[in-house]
Antibody, heavy 121, light 109 residues
Framework: QVQLQESGPGLVKPSGTLSLTCAVSGGSISSSNWWSWVRQPPGKGLEWIGEIYHSGSTNYNPSLKSRVTISVDKSKNQFSLKLSSVTAADTAVYYC??????????????WGQGTLVTVSS | QSVLTQPPSVSAAPGQKVTISCSGSSSNIGNNYVSWYQQLPGTAPKLLIYDNNKRPSGIPDRFSGSKSGTSATLGITGLQTGDEADYYCGTWDSSLSAFFGTGTKVTVL
């Protein structure tokens, strides 16, 4: 049973960089799945941030692409998110999630519990 | 802003049925599978339906999904108080980006 756990600072200053890590347990990050970050501002809907494959290949939401970097650390079975030049609009609960495999790709399961990141001075 | 449109809310009495629509376009729903997620208050989303109409293990058959053209629908029969939640559709588009619907709040009257 794959489980995901997000970790990182809960408070980031404006113009700073948000950094989060998602630890994968119960399975290998080198499986035939992509791995994603999704965020949800308080009281609002879900927004996909981007995805990574264990090879290091990435795809990003075009609206965030200039500020986002997603990386993978196979030795630690985890992947990470960096979002630069943050503003209050980046305040959200950030989730990591596993995507479907190459035969059936278009879904997210499981999800991490989520971590709230607040951008404030 | 999402490119997938859902009704903001739907409601019905216990035991009744509700349907939630998800409207997209040929560049997203029209050419990709649709998934559905349930988000109970204060929790992470949970996969309900994938590949338009398949249920993961453990999801009761009260939940069903369908797709036609550029729209998809989630159905919930035998509505229970525990079904009160936000529901989101999701898919990919031709730019290799994933999208979620605007979300629908289900209220059990």
């Amino acid at each position: 049973q794959v489980q995901l756990q997000e970790s990182g600072p809960g408070l980031v200053k404006p113009s700073g960089t948000l950094s989060l890590t998602c630890a994968v347990s119960g399975g290998s990050i080198s499986s035939s799945n992509w791995w994603s970050w999704v965020r949800q501002p308080p009281g609002k809907g879900l927004e996909w941030i981007g995805e990574i494959y264990h090879s290091g290949s990435t795809n990003y939401n075009p609206s965030l692409k200039s500020r986002v970097t997603i990386s993978v650390d196979k030795s630690k079975n985890q992947f990470s998110l960096k979002l630069s030049s943050v503003t209050a609009a980046d305040t959200a609960v950030y989730y990591c999630a596993r995507e479907g495999d190459t035969l059936s790709p278009n879904w997210f399961d499981p999800w991490g519990q989520g971590t709230l990141v607040t951008v404030s001075s | 802003q999402s490119v997938l449109t859902q009704p903001p809310s739907v409601s019905a009495a216990p035991g009744q049925k509700v349907t939630i629509s998800c409207s997209g376009s040929s560049s997203n729903i029209g050419n990709n599978y649709v998934s559905w997620y349930q988000q109970l208050p204060g929790t992470a989303p949970k996969l309900l339906i994938y590949d338009n109409n398949k249920r993961p293990s453990g999801i009761p058959d009260r939940f069903s999904g369908s797709k036609s053209g550029t729209s998809a629908t989630l159905g919930i029969t035998g509505l229970q108080t525990g079904d009160e939640a936000d529901y989101y559709c999701g898919t990919w588009d031709s730019s290799l980006s994933a999208f979620f619907g605007t979300g629908t709040k289900v209220t059990v009257l």
